[in-house]
Nanobody
Framework: QVQLVESGGGLVQAGGSLRLSCAASGRSFSSYNMGWFRQAPGKEREFVAVIRWSGGSTYYADAVKGRFTISRDNAKNTVYLQMNSLKPEDTAVYYC?????????????????WGQGTQVTVSS
C-alpha cells in the first residue's frame, strides 16, 4: 500500500505557473510509476502526465505538452508537476496516482492508489 498527499494548488492568473507536489508514504516509492490526472467540474477525470518508476520516461497529454513537466525525487518519495503558461481550461482538481512499475498507463483504471486532490484555479 502507498498513501499519497498532494499539495501546491491554488489560484493563479492565466500565463502564470504553479508547482504541484505529491508526497508518498508506505511501500517503496520507487516500486511505482506515478501519474497526474485532473478533473474539472462536470467532466470525467483525465490523464495529464506519467513518469516511470526510474524517472527515465515521461508521457504527456496533448493538452499540456510543452507547458507541464513531471519529475520525481525517489530519495524524497515525491513526484512533482511543474505547470507553466497556465490557461483557464487548466482549472481542475489535480490528483496524483500510483501504479505498479510493470504497468505503464494513461487511464484511471490502470492506477491502484490515489491522493485526495488539490484544487488549481486559473483566472482569465
Amino acid at each position: 500500500q502507498v498513501q499519497l498527499v498532494e499539495s501546491g494548488g491554488g489560484l493563479v492568473q492565466a500565463g502564470g505557473s504553479l508547482r504541484l507536489s505529491c508526497a508518498a508514504s508506505g511501500r517503496s516509492f520507487s516500486s511505482y510509476n506515478m501519474g497526474w490526472f485532473r478533473q474539472a467540474p462536470g467532466k470525467e477525470r483525465e490523464f495529464v502526465a506519467v513518469i516511470r518508476w526510474s524517472g527515465g520516461s515521461t508521457y504527456y497529454a496533448d493538452a499540456v505538452k510543452g507547458r507541464f513537466t513531471i519529475s520525481r525525487d525517489n530519495a524524497k518519495n515525491t513526484v512533482y508537476l511543474q505547470m507553466n503558461s497556465l490557461k483557464p481550461e487548466d482549472t481542475a482538481v489535480y490528483y496524483c496516482a500510483a501504479n505498479d512499475r510493470l504497468r505503464w498507463g494513461f487511464t484511471t483504471t490502470q492506477y491502484d492508489y490515489w491522493g485526495q486532490g488539490t484544487q488549481v484555479t486559473v483566472s482569465s
